[in-house]
């Protein structure tokens, strides 16, 4: 059976790498098709298919007739979702964050070795919106692992936005320059048992009732679902106003919690 290419597959290649942190690794990769890559997908969500080598190409996946994705003799590469961190229109680069977690995992590995001219497979980008553009304030939540998005969503708020954004982090190094309205506050928190105890303070703060409040929430899986039941049952954000999405759970694999994370983005809690 004929095989179509997917038009969301195709290869990015290393241009260069830049240290953002002794955790953030910033790589700039050339895609050999720029489509559907523009400022407005600073912060979308992306799949990136790493090689068995890191001086080899992975694999890229095909449709049948049916639409169905097809993959070479059946061998589905190692996949993570990451995040569009910006694209550079005039120099055709593709910015990516990776965090470069203590023990290293296969993407974390990756990115710490890459050089110029290695190769990944990138398909996207996609996801559902990360902000409400109508709402009067913005808050939003996460840890290392949703850096590039809210860094990518603070550039896209208008100039004179008003809200909050509350960063965890494991160590005071691991803090970077973040571009927002002078409106938005930033609370850089070390990891610690209070982080959802000072945000939950701070909600207390806010008129809900008079402005429409957008919230941005991504992290860990726990944490996600903790403080969105927050947002829904105690505070009624409307689910058009509320991006809660687990980017990891604490001891799984992105290919064990895959369903799981699919199952907690789409209750109502």
Not at 67 to 81: L, N, Q
Request: one cysteine or more.
């Amino acid at each position: 059976m004929a095989l179509i290419p997917s038009p969301a597959a195709r290869y990015i290649t290393v241009h260069h790498t830049q240290r953002l942190s002794s955790s953030l690794h910033r790589v700039y990769f050339r895609p050999e098709d720029c489509s559907g890559l523009s400022a407005e997908h600073h912060g979308a969500h992306i799949k990136l298919f790493f090689p068995d080598q890191i001086s080899h190409r992975p694999l890229l996946p095909s449709r049948n007739a049916q639409g169905k994705i097809i993959w070479p003799e059946g061998k589905k590469p190692v996949t993570r979702t990451y995040t569009v961190r910006q694209f550079l229109a005039e120099e055709q680069l593709l910015a990516i964050d990776f965090v470069l977690h203590p023990t290293f995992g296969i993407a974390a590995d990756w990115a710490r070795h890459a050089q110029p001219g290695h190769v990944l497979g990138l398909a996207g980008p996609g996801g559902q919106a990360r902000f409400h553009p109508n709402a009067e304030y913005w808050i939003l939540v996460g840890d290392l692992s949703a850096l590039a998005m809210i860094a990518a969503t603070l550039e896209q708020l208008p100039t004179d936005a008003k809200g909050q954004v509350w960063l965890e982090i494991n160590a005071p190094h691991e803090q970077i320059d973040l571009l927002h309205p002078t409106g938005v506050e930033v609370h850089w928190q070390i990891t610690n048992a209070d982080f959802n105890e000072k945000i939950k303070t701070s909600l207390q703060q806010l008129n809900w009732d008079t402005q429409q409040i957008s919230v941005t929430l991504a992290g860990e899986n726990a944490r996600v679902i903790a403080l969105r039941k927050i947002f829904r049952q105690q505070y009624h954000v409307p689910k058009s106003y509320l991006y809660a999405v687990p980017y990891w759970k604490q001891g799984e694999t992105e290919e064990n919690y895959h369903q799981q994370r699919h199952h907690v983005m789409d209750t109502d809690d």
